[in-house]
């Protein structure tokens, strides 16, 4: 071992060189949240509270069911990827891996039973 | 004792024998520090980031249900609808939509961060007080306007 220089120990000890598409992805769905979380709090918002009768008239309109289609499919990818980085800091093994694969059923389900929820109802 | 010569030998050079990448290994403190440090305001906006960020799962499967429920028949809708417009439901929400706005505003200190701006001390602490007062702000503008 002595003979091993510090580089020598360090080479492919290094990051996983899968970072900066995590990194990016989490960028871009920030961004596309900044304008459809205020639009969805505010088009939920209204609906909340109505009827039946008037829950389903408002969500066969194109724009709040669209935004509540795409707030569904962002925010969980985004929720996705950040539960991902609490997961990675505080489970580590075999435990990390169950974790990760569960957060990743939770997530899509969740943002396939909201789309198709929506589809339902606006079409 | 590997740990105290490790350390003095830092300062005064090179010793043979010893490399960096093994210092101290498996036996220093850990990042970041939580049983020494005082909290500040930097700290306690990074962790409610991240408690709101993951909380707010909570909120979205919720969500999904009232929807999932109107999709169903008006029987179901009425059984969710009735649990999110509670009182319980009420609390629920109105916890949601504040861990929402603060970490929307969080997120946006995020994003200008990445851009290396605003991350000196003076500036970090002026971020903190606009998230924390901006997300109460937010809440009340979203209460009164819904
Ligand atoms: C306008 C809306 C939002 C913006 C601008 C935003 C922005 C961000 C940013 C920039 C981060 C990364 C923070 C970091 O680098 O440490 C983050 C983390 C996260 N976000 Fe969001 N976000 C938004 C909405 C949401 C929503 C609706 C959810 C949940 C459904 C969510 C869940 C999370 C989670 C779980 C994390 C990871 C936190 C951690 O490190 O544990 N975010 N968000």
């Known amino acids: 071992m002595r003979y091993l220089t510090d580089r020598k120990k360090a080479v492919g000890m290094g990051s996983a060189k899968t970072g900066t598409a995590h990194f990016w992805a989490m960028k871009v769905s920030s961004v596309a949240l900044l304008l459809l979380v ?8 209204c609906a909340l509270g109505g009827t039946y009768e008037e829950v389903m ?9 669209i935004v509540a289609a795409l707030t569904f499919i962002i925010g969980f990818k985004h929720f996705n990827d950040g539960a991902q980085v609490l ?21 899509y389900a969740a943002m396939a039973t ?10 | ?9 830092g300062s005064k ?23 020494i440090y005082r909290p ?53 929400m109105f916890f949601s939509v504040l861990g929402l706005w603060y ?12 851009n290396a701006i605003g991350l000196d001390l003076p500036t970090a602490y002026k971020m903190g007080y606009a998230v924390l007062i901006g997300s109460v702000v937010l809440t009340v503008l979203t209460v009164v306007i819904l």
Not at chain 1, 57 to 65: T, V
Not at chain 2, 41 to 57: D, E, F, H, P, V
Request: net charge neutral; proline share 3%.
């Open chain 1, 38 to 45: 205020p639009l969805f709090v505010f088009t939920f918002g």
């Open chain 1, 57 to 65: 008239a408002y969500y066969s309109r194109p724009f709040p069911a």
């Open chain 1, 87 to 107: 997961i990675e800091d505080y489970v580590h093994g075999m435990a990390q891996k169950i974790s990760l694969i569960l957060l990743t059923c939770i997530s």
């Open chain 1, 114 to 123: 909201g789309v198709f929820a929506i589809a339902k109802i606006a079409l």
């Open chain 2, 1 to 9: 004792m590997a740990e105290k010569s490790a350390m003095t030998g």
């Open chain 2, 13 to 35: 050079g090179t010793l043979k024998g010893f490399d960096m990448a093994d210092v101290n290994r498996g036996n220093r403190p850990l990042s970041p520090h939580l049983s």
């Open chain 2, 40 to 92: 500040q305001l930097t700290s306690i906006t990074s962790i409610l980031t991240r408690i709101t960020g993951n909380a707010l799962l909570i909120s979205a499967l919720f969500i999904v249900w009232w929807f999932l429920a109107a999709a169903t028949s008006e029987e179901y809708f009425n059984v969710a609808n009735g649990v999110i417009t509670s009182w319980f439901g009420d609390l629920v």
């Open chain 2, 103 to 114: 970490h929307t505003l969080a997120g946006i200190r995020h994003l200008i961060w990445d």
